[in-house]
């Protein structure tokens, strides 16, 4: 048996093996089965997309045949459909004027995986329509049902969990969406990273400081803040708040691109990566300056005016 097609079942059942850790319970599970995508993504990045076909197969039918249909559809929905995007848009190439390849851009990808995102949450509103409330309605309930628990049988805790449940409903939806790509994201720079530290990857590295999105992007932002705002309380105005919420990603990418670049162009640039990645991490506030970054790179250019100051350009 090829080693390539070995290495594409084996992927299939490592990556199974994680997704279904979460059933034993604890937090330390949940990590693993956000590692499930990750040798997948090994697989389709290192070895190409039929073996990738090969090893989500697998994967479907191991946990399928573990849970159930329903368990192994929903694995391929979380898992298999976003590699599957991801491996095929990442070894896109094309021969350039002076002819070397062109890969597909980071922050085109980015864009894509997003688009993915807006259709997952897209689908989620469509499967509420009959449901009281629409997709806020369930959001609802499945949150009362999650929490509910803590508060039972007392008043005091009722009307403050109340609130909270009301506050959190509002953007449940596309936090899940974000949580997902940007666990995705992660999954393929490891993967892509493990590759290249043993040279199997097949395309050279996709770095932050490359990200560059499309000049269109904002105005799918603009759009959904939009509809956030002229829908009100209304349908149309959860779907576009949560979709702004989800479209928040590139741009956030786009920032750290801008972060990298100004911190190439400095000798500590390694130290001030550092401090920077360790307080967004902490504490968290960064990040809305890091969306903002991405938001004015649009029409600044930020990016390309650090890279062109610095002498490292390969952050």
Do not use: C, K
């Not at 199974?16 to 604890?26: D, H, I, M, P, R």
């Not at 039972?152 to 939806?173: S, Y």
């Not at 990603?249 to 920032?255: E, H, L, Y």
């Amino acid at each position: 048996m090829p080693n390539a097609l070995l290495m594409a079942i084996g992927g299939g059942v490592l990556s199974a093996l994680l997704y279904l850790s979460v059933t034993a319970g604890g937090l330390g599970t949940v990590i693993l089965a956000y590692l499930g995508p990750l040798p997948l993504l090994m697989v389709g990045l290192g070895l190409g997309l039929r073996p990738f076909v090969i090893a989500v197969t697998v994967a479907i039918l191991a946990v399928a045949g573990f849970g159930g249909p329903l368990f192994g559809l929903s694995y391929g929905l979380a898992n298999g459909i976003v590699v599957a995007v991801i491996v095929r848009q990442a070894l896109l190439a094309r021969a350039a004027p002076d002819g070397t390849l062109e890969w597909y851009p980071p922050g085109l990808l980015l864009v894509v995986l997003t688009g993915l995102g807006l259709v997952g949450l897209a689908l989620a509103a469509l499967l509420t329509l009959g449901d009281p409330g629409g997709l806020e309605g369930s959001v609802r309930q499945f949150l009362s049902l999650a929490f509910g628990d803590a508060a039972a049988g007392t008043a005091e805790a009722e009307e403050p969990l109340g609130d909270l449940i009301d506050g959190f409903a509002q953007v449940f939806p596309g936090m899940v969406v974000v949580s997902w790509l940007t666990m995705a994201i992660i999954n393929a720079a490891l993967a892509q990273g493990v590759l290249m530290r043993f040279g199997r990857n097949l395309r050279p590295a996709m770095r932050v400081a490359e990200v560059e999105l499309p000049n269109w992007t904002p105005i799918l932002l603009a759009v959904a803040g939009v509809l956030a705002l002229l829908g009100g309380e209304g349908q149309l105005g959860y779907l576009g708040l949560n979709a702004a919420i989800v479209l928040l990603v590139p741009f956030f990418f786009a920032g750290l691109a801008v972060v990298h670049a100004f911190a190439g162009g400095r000798q500590a640039r390694t130290l001030l990566l550092m401090v920077f990645y360790f307080f967004l991490l902490v504490s968290g506030w960064p990040i809305a300056m890091v969306v903002g970054l991405g938001v004015i790179e649009q029409w600044a250019g930020l990016r390309r005016r650090f890279s062109r100051t610095g002498p490292d350009q390969g952050s």
